[in-house]
């Protein structure tokens, strides 16, 4: 991601946990969208971290959750502002 090698990162991650990162406009309210998908759905956040590369361009959410359900990949996508959703464990 070019956002990702333009922006000096220093993230750690727990290997092992469902991990999702978010590659979204700076926009407000997309925290509050993202959060609510995991809440409605019963998951727990572990560790989120949130950056951006400038005030308006582009950010990104770390998310590490305590579980994984299928859906969440979809409706994190769909997302208004969503540029890009990855999943890793």
Same mark, same amino acid.
């Given at each position: =991601?070019?956002?990702?090698?333009?922006? %000096?990162? &220093?993230?750690?991650? &727990?290997?092992?946990? +469902? *991990? /999702?990162?978010?590659?979204?406009?700076?926009? +407000?309210?997309?925290? $509050?969208?993202?959060?609510?998908?995991?809440?409605? %759905?019963?998951?727990?956040?572990?560790?989120? *971290?949130?950056?951006?590369?400038?005030?308006?361009?582009? $950010?990104?959410?770390?998310?590490?959750?305590?579980? /994984?359900?299928?859906?969440? @990949? %979809?409706? @994190?996508?769909?997302? +208004?502002?969503?540029?890009?959703? *990855?999943? =890793?464990?």
């Amino acid at each position: =991601f070019r956002l990702l090698k333009s922006m %000096a990162l &220093s993230i750690s991650l &727990s290997m092992g946990q +469902p *991990t /999702y990162i978010t590659i979204h406009e700076d926009v +407000p309210g997309m925290i $509050a969208q993202v959060t609510k998908i995991f809440s409605d %759905a019963g998951i727990n956040i572990g560790t989120m *971290t949130v950056t951006r590369e400038s005030k308006g361009e582009q $950010a990104i959410m770390i998310i590490e959750t305590d579980d /994984y359900q299928d859906d969440i @990949l %979809a409706k @994190l996508k769909q997302l +208004p502002h969503m540029v890009n959703v *990855t999943y =890793f464990e």
